[in-house]
């Protein structure tokens, strides 16, 4: 496994939509290595999630933790070909951060609980039902796959600091944690 470098904003991959993996190029040994390496990867980098066109991979999959919630280890997913299917319900603004855009917060409004559909790593089908944290962490990745930043999706800019002066000035200590994407 190795860390691939992860490419920030202004590289084309960001803002392109990315391409179906059909189920060869899913099972291929360079495809499950990429997929090794970009969760080594987003570990490395602290973050929560990490979608392909991060790395400049022009695919539609992204790997992400899975906060159970209990205060459990979080889980390693991959999401290949994904769709989301949000839930009713009113928008909710929360704080994220993004490897691609390195040391801003801003607050990004969300759904509240989505359904994912996709398939796993061996090309099984995913149908997972996600809410809070999890839903967010979710939208962020699958908006990678469409050519989306989260900075994008914020209705203020006036939320948006680095990290630093977010921390200092922003929130209070008791919520100093921003998925990072
Ligand atoms: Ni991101």
Known sequence: MAIRPIVRLGHPTL???????????????????????????????????????????????????????????PIEKVLVNPTLVPERGDLIEEWEGCLSIPDLRGLVPRHAAIRAHGLDRDGKTVDERAEGINARILQHEFDHLNGIVFLDRMRDMRSLAFSDEWAEFMVDESEEEAPVG
């Open 15 to 73: 803002r392109q939509t990315a391409k179906p993996v059909d189920s060869a190029r899913l099972a291929d040994p360079e495809t499950q290595t990429l997929i090794d390496d970009m969760i080594e990867t987003m570990l490395d980098a602290d973050g929560v999630g990490l979608a392909a066109p991060q790395i400049g991979a022009d695919l539609q999959l992204f790997v992400y933790l899975s906060f159970p919630g209990d205060g459990a280890e």
